[in-house]
Each structure stands twice: as structure tokens, then as C-alpha cells.
């Protein structure tokens, strides 16, 4: 702390240096630097008064309220309180007025009509008017205000932020999970059971399998009497239907066979051996079906 003091006096000491020899600007500089070391009334004035000697109204009017707001009691306060009227008139004709806004604690996020513009303490110029301000800070609560700034008068708006409190469910670390959440090994999907589904699957498959065994039958029944024909006309019916049985035959085998893996899976899945529900598609070509899933089992 000291060590700052001391870099602060030193800096001070320069800027009356600069201040007594005519630079106005480096004065500013340093008195600037030293006052952001070791924050002073003193400092604001001498601050103010370089920003005068440059003509800036706006530096000048902005310093010497805040060298009222560090030392409302000080010996000279009227006669810079008459300062501080005067630079307000002076931005007045400019159609501009100077608005300060401060924060406890500093630091936050000034957002003046949805633009962000800096953060506190912030000072700047704009037109006179209604405005609306937002005052944010990580961990506290956003605070919002409507300002009316007078064209006549600068405007000072001081807000206390409060912390943001956690609810109590964050606040001991722990979440109860939904009442329709599943529980840990719980199949995710909904749960359904798929009911007759599976067995009238099963069924229909064994019905289609036995459709196979009797056109195989009749297969073999055209097939015979296609040998002891000794009529070529009788020998290709018999031959024709022959095929033809063949085909439905291997369609209803498919199809039986598709349809008992299909109820089969169902099945699986229905008794809780399934962890995820099952996809499945059954295709046919002309001689042939087949049944494909999809899933984990």
C-alpha cells in the first residue's frame, strides 16, 4: 500500500510539473494515473482544472461533481458548485447533458437503450430525454430503470446490486429426478407391453408354414402325375401346375418363417429381454420373402 502512495506522489508531483509548464495534456495524463492509484478529492479538482485549461467542458463538469460527490463539504463547494451550473448550461446548448451512473459494488455492465456502453462508474453525454438503463453483474441481479435527463442538469443515478441467491435445490447440490423418469436398467421407450401381438405374430406364421407343407404336398402329387402322363398336352399342365404350386409353396415358407421370427422377437422384447424397441421389415421377391430387424437385444 504504500508502495502505491509513494508511484501515486510521484505521478502527482509530475502532472503539476506538466500543469505548471503549460501541458494540460500530460497533466491530465498523470494527475489521471495517480488518482487511480490512490483515489483523492485533491486529485479531482487538480483534474478538473487541467480538463478547464483545455477547454473541455465535458472532462471539467465530469471531475468537479466528482470532486463534490469525494468531498460534499468542502471549503470551496459553492463557488465549484457555480462551476458545475455553469458547464451544465454550456452542455445544454449543445443539446447534450452528462449522465453518471454508479454502482455498488463497481464494476457492472452499463446498457443504456440496448447498447452496452461501459461499466461503473461511467460517465458520459448524450441527449436529453427518457432512457432506460440496465446494470448488470455475473453472480448478481440485473437491475433496470427508466431515466429522465433534464437537458439542464447533469443526472446521477447511485445502485446498490444485490447477490444473486441459488435456489434451494442447487443450493444442496442434489435434483429429484421426474416421477415418469425410468429408473437405473429401465428400458427406455415408454415401457408398453405389446400384449397379443407377439403370439397372434407366432401364430400367423405357424398357419402360413403349414400352407407350405400342403402345397408342397400338392407339389409332389402334380409332380407324379406329370411323370406317368404319356400325353405331351397332359405332361405340360401337369408340369405347369407343378411350378406353380412350388412357387406358392416357398412364398407361404418365407413368409411363415418371417413372421415366427418376427412374434419371436416380439416376444423377446416384450419380457423384458429387449433394451430398446425393435425395427423390423418383411420383403418378398418372386420365389422368396425375407424379414430384416433392427435394434439391440
Known sequence: ?????AFAKGKYQEGATAYSAGRFKDAVDL??????????????????????????DAGTLRWYRDYLRRSPNAANAGEVQAQITALAHALQKKGIQQLTILSSPAGAT??????????????TELAPGQHHLLLSLRGYVDIERDLTLLPDLPFEQTLRLEQRT???????GSQQAPANAPMPGQPVGGGKKLGVAPWVTLGAGGAALGLALTF????????TKAEKDTVQVDYRDHLSLEQ???TTARIFAGVGSALL????????FDTGGGRAPVAGSLSCLPNACGFAARGSF
Do not use: C, H
Not at 216 to 223: F, G, H, K, P, T
Open 216 to 223: 408342397e404336398i400338392l407339389r409332389r402329387s402334380s409332380e
Open 1 to 5: 500500500m504504500e508502495e502505491r502512495r
Open 110 to 123: 452499463v446498457t443504456l437503450d440496448d447498447q452496452p456502453l461501459g461499466v461503473t462508474p461511467w460517465t
Open 31 to 56: 494527475f489521471l494515473a495517480a488518482d487511480r492509484l490512490a483515489p483523492s478529492a485533491p486529485l479531482s479538482f487538480n483534474i478538473a482544472r487541467a480538463y478547464e485549461k483545455l477547454g473541455d
Open 261 to 268: 421370427a418376427a412374434g419371436g422377437l416380439m416376444l423377446l
Open 244 to 246: 406353380s404350386r412350388q
Open 166 to 172: 441459488e435456489s434451494a435445490t442447487a443450493g444442496n
